[in-house]
């Protein structure tokens, strides 16, 4: 009854990557708008509040990721809408392919359009914030963590508004509050590696929390950087799975 | 009527389906069966819930009551036996029109488990696209993307075929070319359902019909 | 008993949740304990004679000694224990209560199959409405009762602070509403993943119903948090607290649930997919503990939250009082916003046409 299968998931799985990156390729003038809103937000502070370097350096960090959480959240529009549009969504849904697979390869292929682009565009940004030199690294390092979680969670929060009509602002208020602990995360890095306070003792040893906390003290900023990777890899995990059952709601 | 060729097991069975939408009961306890070489023509007025049956059977929304039934075999358990033998051609037809016509063939093919039953070029040809093969969907007209839509049903070695409407915007030779296809399909032992209200010229092939709306939903002719 | 109970459910839930105890048990705070004696350690600093001295000045040693520079000396003095014991006595029984509490989650869950069927016999609207309808003027009653008891209690009868005077009072209303916004989500999670693995009606209602309910007592919190931070810290609004910022988010969170569920007619489609948003959602609940933890490390000295769990039992009870009163009007709330609820989903059936027509 069942006819014998060559492919299997691993191959669906690049077909999609491979297809969703020709589509960004064909229509390659759109994937610099995020890039661009990116860059305009970025030079609204300075304007708005002070040019002053002294005051840009404190602030910098906190900049560039509300900048990177408002062009992800702009980009996650076109994750599932042209799909659900013209019914290529309903058959990846039908596909005998495990939905989260398909699900997992779209996500990675908007990542790298909408996401990849921006961490090259980052250190030049911050460069004209005057961000402490130090804190390059970690500026770099929690983007690279933190904006796929961004673009996975925003799938959750896509996949549910995609169906409705007026979806664009519910999006917003269901996506932010969820992306705010890696935006909090991510800045207090940033900021302590431009500006070190010195490590603390645990307080009641014996709760595994404060091992983890004065192991992670030798460079203050690591224990933020754990949280975002266990957070990444939460993320990759279960949003897959939340993102497929949400594209089948939406879908009824 | 090809009756010695007709497999006697009921192969899909829907019993006791109910569905609502928006708090409007479309049908209710509706109930029909499916041998190998049948075809069942869905017909009613618009809105009348043609598309939301061919759905429910996609598996893509869920019945309030009832189930399907594949093999005898309650259509949950067997989900992945089912959709590897499904195909679904619905309202919007699931071609991507930013790609062209060969692209599209491609990523249906990477899609799917099974090895193409026919080649691609060869599927192309038949549905007269050949000239177009590297043209972009979305400058070819209503007619051709449909073909390509259809381009599917050659493409690998389907059991079910769900359609929904599928002769909109098709011309003449469109249209024969997708009935031989069904005299072809069903010949060799398979399944279609259709949901369309406009009449299907086929030779030699009975065609079951279900009759859904009316003033009664629980009204369903079925010959 | 035993032929329908699901072992692999069991085995593999209930390592789940002994991993979950593992994660959450050291986090058990006791609710009072003794007055602070000299040498009691407490999450705030070590009452010697010298004072209340902090925790960032002083080192500890494993023999529970410990040292700290007090104007040009170095003292070192020993910490009592017995404070220490009596908290992590209570600290064991909390675990222990948690342990069962998860092994008892872990057999329901062995039993899924008999309680679905369970529910889906039982969980017919009108069942609930009925059964509901008659426990809703005792709830009110005993609400009510407990309300007086609490609010007099603590207005009038709990002993003045030393420090704030009488502006802690509003903890008898800020600790409860924290506390239940909290569990109220759960309790929505997990109504939320019941209709979406059984699809049953009542859950999904009992989810829907207490979204708002949530964001309303979530509000009341902030709200009561702010009036108190404004008296003891002199801030409306402290960004740097992380306890305060992520109830902020969990108050957004509750708004969004709300604004899904309304953005979607189908009243069943709209609940699975709050269902899956809720769910999502989830983890503030848990980042609301550890970022109180995480930030407090990473912003050294910033201003400590209500760290100390040594209150005083004639302060303490009251509070107790209060939490179950505003948990039984909570639950009065919610049962009237179902029985609303249920009457509009079956308006179509007999008999609510026949409550229609009675009244």
């Known amino acids: ?252 | 009527m090809s009756n010695n060729q007709k497999s006697t097991q009921i192969i899909l069975q829907a019993r006791n389906l109910t569905y609502e939408r928006n708090d409007n009961e479309l049908f209710c306890n509706l109930n029909f069966s499916l041998r190998a070489g049948e075809m069942l023509q869905v017909k009613g007025a618009n809105g009348s819930g043609k598309t939301s049956l061919l759905r429910l059977l996609c598996q893509l929304s869920l019945p309030e009551e009832g189930a399907f039934f594949w093999y005898g075999e309650e259509l949950k358990h067997v989900i992945h036996q089912y959709l590897r033998e499904v195909i679904y051609i619905g309202h919007n037809q699931g071609v991507k029109n930013e790609l062209t016509v060969r692209e599209n063939l491609n990523i249906f093919n990477a899609l799917s488990e099974q090895p193409t039953k026919t080649p691609i070029s060869q599927v192309i040809e038949i549905f007269g696209l050949a000239e177009h093969e590297d043209s972009i969907l979305h400058r070819l007209s209503a007619g051709q993307k449909r073909r390509v839509a259809l381009a599917r049903l050659l493409l690998h070695e389907k059991k079910l075929w769900i359609l929904d409407e599928p002769q909109t915007a098709l011309d003449k030779i469109g249209l024969s070319l997708l009935e031989s296809l069904y005299q072809q399909h069903i010949h060799q032992g398979g399944m279609i359902i259709i949901a369309t209200h406009q009449p299907i010229n086929t030779v030699g092939i009975h065609i079951k019909s279900l009759l859904i709306g009316e003033s009664d939903p629980q009204a369903a002719v079925y010959e | 008993m035993f032929s329908s109970f699901n072992f692999k459910y069991f085995i593999i839930s209930a390592a789940i949740l002994l991993l979950l105890a593992l994660v959450y048990a050291p986090h058990s705070q006791p609710l009072y304990g003794d007055p602070l004696k000299t040498g009691t350690q407490t999450k705030v600093g070590v009452q010697t004679e010298y004072g209340l001295i902090g925790t960032d000045k002083f080192r500890i040693y494993k023999s529970q000694k410990l040292e700290f520079k007090y104007k040009n000396m170095v003292v070192t003095e020993k910490i009592n224990t017995t404070a220490a014991t009596t908290g992590s006595l209570f600290l064991l029984t909390n675990w222990l209560y948690q342990l069962f509490f998860f092994l008892v989650t872990a057999i329901a869950i062995g039993y899924s199959k008999p309680i679905s069927n369970f529910i889906k016999k039982t969980g017919s609207l009108k069942y609930t409405y009925n059964l509901s309808g008659k426990f809703i003027p005792w709830i009110a009653i005993l609400a009510l009762l407990l309300a007086t008891i609490g609010i007099v209690d603590g207005l009038a009868f709990a002993p003045t602070d030393a420090q704030q005077k009488d502006s802690f009072r509003i903890i008898y209303i800020h600790v409860p509403a924290a506390m239940l916004c909290i569990q109220a989500y759960i309790v929505m999670s997990i109504a939320s993943a019941i209709a979406l693995i059984w699809r049953i009606k009542i859950a999904e209602i009992v989810a829907m119903s207490i979204a708002p309910l949530g964001a309303a007592i979530t509000a009341i919190a902030l709200i009561t948090g702010s009036l108190w931070g404004a008296r003891t810290w002199g801030t409306w609004w402290e960004w740097k607290d992380p306890r305060m910022v992520s109830v902020l988010i969990l108050f957004f969170i509750y708004l969004g649930i709300m604004g899904l569920n309304s953005a979607i007619e189908d009243k069943r489609t709209a609940a699975s997919a709050t269902g899956i948003f809720t769910l999502s959602a989830f983890v503030i609940i848990p980042f609301i503990y550890v970022s109180v933890k995480m930030f407090n490390s990473l912003h050294q000295g910033s201003t400590q939250v209500i760290g100390s769990s040594d209150m005083h039992p004639d302060m303490a009870r009251p509070l107790i009082v209060m939490f179950f009163a505003t948990m039984l009007y909570f639950t009065f709330a919610l049962l009237i916003r179902i029985r609303g609820e249920i009457l509009i989903r079956d308006r179509k059936t007999q008999w609510v046409k026949d409550i229609a027509l009675r009244s």
């Open chain 1, 1 to 252: 009854m069942t006819p014998k299968t060559n492919k299997n998931g691993l191959t669906a799985f690049l077909a999609i990557i491979r297809r969703d990156l020709l589509l960004a390729y064909r229509y390659r003038a759109e994937v610099i708008n995020p890039i661009l809103y990116f860059i305009i937000i970025v030079s609204l502070y300075p304007l708005a509040i002070s040019p002053d370097p002294k005051v840009l350096t404190k602030i910098a960090p906190g900049i560039i990721w509300v900048a990177a959480l408002l062009a992800s959240l702009l980009s996650l529009d076109n994750l599932f809408r042209s799909d659900y549009e013209d019914g290529t969504l309903e058959q990846m849904l039908m596909s005998p392919h495990p939905t989260g697979i398909l699900v997992l390869a779209k996500i990675v292929a908007h990542w790298i359009t909408t996401g990849l682009p921006l961490l090259l565009v980052a250190p030049v940004l911050a460069y004209t914030l005057h961000l402490d030199p130090k804190a390059y690294s970690v500026l770099m390092i929690t983007l690279i963590i933190g904006t796929p979680i961004l673009s996975f969670v925003g799938a959750i929060g896509i996949a549910l508004t995609v169906g409705l009509r007026r979806g664009g602002m519910l999006l917003s208020i269901l996506v932010l509050p969820l992306f705010l602990p890696i935006l909090v995360l991510s800045s207090v890095a940033i900021q302590l590696a431009a500006s070190p306070r010195p490590a603390i003792a645990p307080i009641i040893p014996g709760a595994w929390f404060d091992s983890v906390v004065y192991l992670t003290t030798q460079a203050p900023y690591s224990a933020a950087i754990y949280t975002l990777s266990a957070l990444l890899i939460l993320a990759i995990t279960l949003a897959p799975l939340a993102t497929a059952a949400a594209l089948r709601i939406s879908l009824r």
